[in-house]
């Protein structure tokens, strides 16, 4: 059985005393079942991670000693900022989660003008919550360390409008573009990609993309569903120029 990895919102020390309180301590004690004793792995996101042994337990609170710190860094050279379309139902759910498992670095959720979703006030504000929350526990299982920036969704033409001075490689996903991934050669910087909703973007948002410096590519003959799209997508780059590419083995859990 693989030790229980928890990421802690607050600032872990080596070699301390540490005080579990809040949705942590509930999870760790009411769901989790942990006893004293029972060892796990605790990170706060600022890299690296620690291991810990619980020492007492309350309906309150979760006391740990910390023990030193392990400088364990599984993030990809290839930063990757993952555009996604706002879609609907459980989708982007999935993109959350199986992207932070793959290593992309930000997402931002974009509503376009096919996106039939639209989020706005405190509807976005507890969307945005619940995906980071996905993200946070697609962190604790796939031994991440390091957080992805979940961003707040943007409307397409506010978002480009915002960044058009970026000069970051950008990449858009198009069914019949040309060019495909394996096109984009020596792409060793950070990387944008933007990823259509259902029914893709309208021929005025690829227009505007294109002005602004997204490459469009294509992943090949089949059309592919929003949410397998991205995750192709990312997996294409991590293979051809990420850390999918080297002669580590992959593990699944």
Not at 101 to 107: D, K, M, N, P, Q
Not at 214 to 219: P, R
Request: aromatic share 4%; with cysteine.
């Amino acid at each position: 059985m693989s030790q229980t990895r928890l990421y802690i919102d607050q600032l872990i020390r080596a070699n301390t005393a540490l005080e579990i309180g809040g949705d942590r301590a509930h999870y760790i004690g009411r769901v989790l079942r942990l006893r004293v004793g029972d060892q796990l792995t605790l990170f706060d996101g600022k890299g690296g991670e620690y291991p810990a042994q619980i020492e007492s337990i309350s309906k309150q609170s979760v006391q740990v000693a910390v023990g030193d710190h392990i400088d364990a860094d599984h993030e990809s050279h290839l930063s990757i900022h993952l555009l996604q379309g706002l879609s609907r139902g459980d989708r982007i759910d999935m993109v959350v989660q199986k992207a932070t498992e793959l290593g992309v670095s930000a997402l931002t959720p974009v509503i376009t003008d096919y996106s039939v979703v639209k989020l706005s006030g405190e509807r976005a504000l507890k969307k945005l919550a619940h995906w980071r929350g996905i993200c946070t526990s697609a962190c604790e299982q796939c031994g991440r360390n390091v957080l992805p920036r979940i961003e707040q969704p943007a409307r397409f033409r506010d978002w480009l409008g915002a960044n058009v001075s970026d000069t970051q490689a950008r990449l858009i996903l198009k069914p019949d573009a040309p060019d495909t991934l394996r096109s984009c050669t020596n792409l060793v910087g950070p990387v944008k990609v933007l990823i259509g909703p259902e029914g893709g973007f309208s021929e005025a948002e690829y227009s505007l993309a294109a002005d602004t410096g997204f490459k469009a590519v294509s992943l090949g003959p089949r059309i592919l569903r929003t949410e397998t799209a991205a995750l192709a997508a990312v997996a294409g780059l991590q293979t051809l120029f990420g850390d999918l590419a080297g002669d580590s083995t992959s593990q699944v859990s």
